[in-house]
Antibody, heavy 125, light 107 residues
Framework: QLQLQESGPGLVKPSETLSLTCVVS??????????WAWIRQPPGGRLEWIGT?????????????YYNPSLQSRVTISVDGSKNQFSLKLTSVTAADTAVYYC???????????WGRGTLVTVSA | EIVLTQSPATLSLSPGERATLSCRAS??????LGWYQQKPGQAPRLLIY???NIFPGVPARFSGSGAGTDFTLTISSLEPEDFAVYYC?????????FGQGTKVEIK
């Protein structure tokens, strides 16, 4: 069973870069093409999709990424097959970026079949 | 971006009752709509995809319907573990978007 676990700082200062990692277990990121995503939820708010990356070490269009246009200029999602994990970087954060950040995964780019437990990131000086 | 609007915001029902939740899209999403359940302190869980397909492991009391702009999630007979917040999500276009949620609470 595929399992996901987010990790990273719980507190980030305004204007700095938020960096989170999602460790994948029960599934080989390198050997099996899959879609890996980040989604966030501000306190008391709705879910917001951040971006999705498709990763395969063997298929032509590996590394295809899709980002939310509202965040695209500040977001990078990358996959590290050797560590079986994927990462999120969000630059120039403000208080509006305070949220629970979830990593998610699916065999297609449509839905989010598997989720991590989420990690709260607070942006504050 | 497609905006999804859910109603009602809160649904107060008793165990055993039928729950009907609505999701309306700002433009047609065909049948490319799904539903998630989220309990306090937990990640969302996929229940329904492509409007009416039940995700593996989801109880049969959950069902979905609709096409175009209007969709419904029905829980035929509420169990105690069904009291939660439910979100709809569209996969018709990028960016993927979610509704604001409907809370199903115990009356």
């Amino acid at each position: 069973q595929l399992q996901l676990q987010e990790s990273g700082p719980g507190l980030v200062k305004p204007s700095e870069t938020l960096s989170l990692t999602c460790v994948v277990s029960g599934y080989s990121v390198s050997n099996n093409p899959y879609y890996w995503a980040w989604i966030r939820q501000p306190p008391g708010g709705r879910l917001e999709w951040i971006g999705t990356v498709y990763y395969s070490e063997t298929i032509f269009y590996s590394g295809s990424t899709y980002y939310n246009p509202s965040l695209q200029s500040r977001v990078t999602i990358s996959v590290d097959g050797s560590k079986n994990q994927f990462s999120l970087k969000l630059t120039s954060v403000t208080a509006a970026d305070t949220a629970v950040y979830y990593c998610a995964a699916a065999p297609n780019p449509s839905w989010f079949d598997f989720w991590g437990r989420g990690t709260l990131v607070t942006v504050s000086a | 971006e497609i905006v999804l609007t859910q109603s009602p915001a809160t649904l107060s029902l008793s165990p055993g009752e039928r729950a009907t939740l609505s999701c309306r899209a700002s433009q047609s999403v065909s049948t490319f709509l799904g539903w998630y359940q989220q309990k306090p302190g937990q990640a969302p869980r996929l229940l329904i995809y492509e409007s009416s397909n039940i995700f593996p492991g989801v109880p049969a009391r959950f069902s979905g319907s609709g096409a175009g702009t209007d969709f419904t999630l029905t829980i035929s007979s509420l169990e105690p573990e069904d009291f939660a917040v439910y979100y709809c999500q569209q996969r018709y276009s990028w960016p993927r978007t979610f509704g604001q949620g409907t809370k199903v609470e115990i009356k």
